[in-house]
Structure formats: C-alpha cells, structure tokens
C-alpha cells in the first residue's frame, strides 16, 4: 500500500490531508486570478461586449452593395428610343446562378478598354438581357458549363463621346442591389 501511495503522491511521508489541502489552496488561487476585480478591466469587458453588440446588430441589420463585375465585348453601338439616349450592346459571361438576379433599370457602368491602355467609363441602366442561344453542337457541352453567354444592353441618358465602340474589350459593373452581411456572408459571394 506504501507503494501506491508513493505512486499517487510525490512527497510519501505527507498526510492525505496535508495533500488535499494544498491542492484546495491552488484552486482558491486560480479561483482569485480569473475574477474581474479593478473597474479598467471591467471597462474593457464592457466595451469588448458592445462592440460585440454593435457588430451583431450590424451582421443582421446593416446592409451592403452588391455587385457583379464581369468582362465581355461591346458588339454595337445604337441611337436610343428617347433623344439624346444612346445604347451600347455587349456580349458577357455570366455565371448561371448569377444571371437571373440581373433585371432591366439596375445601374451598371461600363468601362472601355482603350487602345492606349486607359478605360472610358460610362454610367447608365441595364435595358435588356437576354441568353444567347449555343449552336446545337455545343449544346450537350453548353448546358454543362457554369457560365453561359448573355446579351446585355446598356442605355445611357446622355449622348456617348466615345467613337467606333464596337468591338471593344469592356468591363461591366452591375449594381445588384443591398442586402444584410449576414446574408451576404451565407451566399458565398466573398
């Protein structure tokens, strides 16, 4: 039994007693050490809690822009039904997912790739999109792929000062609208 207890114990000739009673005197130590007793470290306990509050209010009830930037070729350049109103037509890959959220009267900008490396951007609203139909061919494969080609015009409110754009490499950004951060975080989209 002497055997064991050297085991269980370090020091062998110390009581039961004595044992249990340091170790109790420990936990009251540590039991002293986590309480929160100055009012500095209750300030800062407090203040990591609001800020703590403010952020989960902020994740739920704040909100965000949404955007879609995505890069295709200007295909034509067209006179608009209103005067003074001018369209610019473009063909863009958009992810499948993506593609139905996009609706005619959202702000977008569309910048023009320059042949000296500059951009032109230019601001108006989505008039129309529409898929473009894949050869019968490329169908099988088309159906497959997570992006499809779409159509997109763009019609601007003032008269562009941009020659010859068709052809052009551009870069589009559509305004998808505001949501919570939290449901933006849940989407993926980061």
Request: hydrophobic share 50%; proline share 5%.
């Amino acid at each position: 039994m002497k055997g064991l207890r050297a085991v269980v114990f370090n020091n062998p000739f110390d009581s039961f007693h004595n044992t249990v009673a340091e170790a109790k005197e420990e936990r009251e130590q540590l039991d002293r050490l986590l309480t929160i007793s100055t009012p500095r470290e209750r300030l800062l306990v407090a203040a990591i809690a609001l800020f703590l509050l403010i952020l989960a209010g902020w994740l739920f009830f704040g909100s965000v822009s949404h955007s879609l930037a995505i890069k295709g070729v200007v295909v034509a350049a067209s006179q608009g039904t209103r005067e003074g109103e001018r369209s610019l037509q473009a063909l863009v890959w958009i992810e499948r997912a993506v593609a139905p959220q996009i609706e005619a009267g959202m702000p977008a900008a569309i910048e023009l790739g320059g042949a000296d490396g500059g951009a032109d951007a230019l601001h108006g609203l989505v008039a129309d999109i529409s898929a473009v139909p894949q050869p019968e061919a490329l169908a099988a494969f088309a159906s497959a792929a997570p992006v499809s080609m779409h159509r997109v015009l763009i019609s601007f409110r003032r008269n562009l000062d941009v020659a010859s754009p068709a052809g052009r490499e551009c870069r589009m950004v559509i305004e998808l609208g505001r949501q919570s951060p939290i449901a933006f975080f849940l989407s993926g989209r980061l």
